[in-house]
């Protein structure tokens, strides 16, 4: 039985293909939830939100909650 070379190669570049794409999508899910962390923290670092650390997390306080205080 002969398989012609040209259906081998495309089924190797769908392969790795599909290998790059698992990869890929897996790093990003991992890295998304250090990004929003960072992101909240460079927040309330410089001001543009306020949060109280409670327990070593930081929760963000609504307009009205932050003017009561």
């Known amino acids: ?3 012609d070379p040209i259906i081998i190669q495309w089924g190797i570049m769908l392969g790795a293909s599909v290998c790059a794409f698992m990869i890929g ?3 990003s899910e991992n890295r998304k939830e250090a990004i929003i962390e960072n992101t909240i923290v460079y927040l309330v670092d ?3 939100i306020r949060a109280q650390k ?3 997390e930081y929760e963000i306080l609504k307009l009205d909650e932050f003017d009561k205080e």
């Open 54 to 56: 409670i327990d070593g």
């Open 25 to 27: 999508m897996l790093w």
């Open 1 to 3: 039985m002969f398989i």
């Open 46 to 48: 410089n001001g543009f």
